[in-house]
């Protein structure tokens, strides 16, 4: 079936309860009724992921999400610097809130955002209700940064709305303003730095098995060849990853997440990458080092991931 629909379909499948595939400026996601359980267990369902996981909520503007939470000061300084834009705050949870208690994975806060993407801001608009969205990928896997990801990936049986490559590429940072400290519970497009600019100081959290932000254990984003870090050469049965202008030679097939050494490029390409390096007939992945500084923390922590071994993974 041909899978791809219209900003009306995808209003009108949000309001069937349905599951369908979303773009945002970071990655796809796997939208649902986040008001409603079997909407919200549908997209568990569709992803293959464990029900302790709680879902970032998306909404269309800072008021319809403090239907939801309770914005304080912070909350509200940050949302007005950097929504619509790649920010999820964790918040608590109003007594009221009318979110479906799975998709909180039974927590009392909650991850919001307001999404930079105009067909998405269109749907949810329209829809006028908050959106669940994991990235759209079966658990384990690569986020999806194009619309055909998300086709091969569930092999067209969820409708999408094609917004376009996803200008970001890498999932939204996550801020968690649920307790006294802010804490970076992912690095992502927006930097400490920025954010640290509009509160002050931020502390850096969720380490493996802490359970604050449990879509963050360590082996996430991966591929299915194992993926090697700071590599300074190559074998010709190796794909490898580069940044730069200085690529090691002899590897059977190189992709440059930035020829120029841009961060920012790097940082849109990354997923792709990793998709397309999927498809070779490769030993493994090699990747040669990544500045840490602004958008090299979210790419580093994310290519760590992809790098840890599977055993070391207990959850999703
Ligand atoms: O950019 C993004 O954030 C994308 C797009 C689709 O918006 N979504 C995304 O969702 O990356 P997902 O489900 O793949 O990752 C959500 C992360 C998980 O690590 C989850 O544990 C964490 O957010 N999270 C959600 N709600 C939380 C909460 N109340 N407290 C702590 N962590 C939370
Ligand atoms: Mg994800």
New binding site residues.
């Given amino acids: 079936m041909n899978p791809y629909i219209t900003p009306a379909q995808a209003v009108a499948l949000l309001q069937q309860s349905k599951v369908v595939a979303l773009p945002?400026e970071?990655?796809?996601?796997l939208g649902a009724d986040a008001t409603r359980d079997a909407a919200v267990a549908a997209i568990y369902a569709t992803k293959s992921r464990p029900a302790f996981?709680?879902?970032?909520i998306?909404v269309a503007t800072m008021a319809q999400a403090a239907l939801y939470v309770q914005m304080d000061r912070r909350a509200q300084q940050l949302a007005t610097a950097f929504w619509p834009g790649?920010l999820?705050l964790?918040l608590p949870l109003l007594p009221q809130s009318t979110i479906s208690l799975l998709a909180?994975a039974g927590?009392r806060?909650?991850?919001v955002?307001v999404?930079a993407h105009p067909q998405m801001l269109e749907v949810l608009r329209a829809f006028d209700k908050p959106v669940a969205?994991?990235?759209a990928n079966p658990s384990l896997g690569v986020?999806p940064t194009t619309a055909a990801h998300v086709a091969h990936a569930f092999a067209g049986t969820v409708p999408i709305l094609d917004g376009g490559p996803c200008l970001q590429g890498l999932?939204?940072t996550?801020l968690?303003l649920s307790g006294e400290t802010p804490t970076l519970?992912?690095p992502g497009p927006l930097t400490l730095d920025q954010i640290q600019a509009v509160i002050g100081p931020v502390a850096v959290g969720g380490s493996d098995g802490d359970m604050?932000?449990?879509?963050?254990m360590r082996r996430h984003y991966a591929p299915t060849k194992p993926v090697r870090l700071n590599a300074h050469a190559v074998t010709p049965r190796e794909g490898l990853i580069a940044f730069g202008p200085d690529v090691p030679q002899g590897a059977h097939v190189t992709m440059n997440l930035s020829d120029q050494g841009d961060l920012q490029e790097a940082a849109a390409r990354l997923f792709g990458v990793l998709h397309d390096l999927d498809t070779y007939p490769i030993t493994g992945i090699a990747v040669v080092p990544i500045p840490m500084q602004g958008l090299g923390v979210a790419i580093n922590d994310r290519l760590t991931r992809a790098a840890a071994p599977l055993e070391s993974s207990t959850e999703e």
């Fill in positions: 945002t970071t990655v796809y996601g996981n709680p879902l970032i998306h790649p999820t964790v909180c927590l806060t909650l991850g955002r999404p969205a994991p990235s986020s999932e939204s996550i968690d519970l992912r604050k932000a449990p879509g963050q």
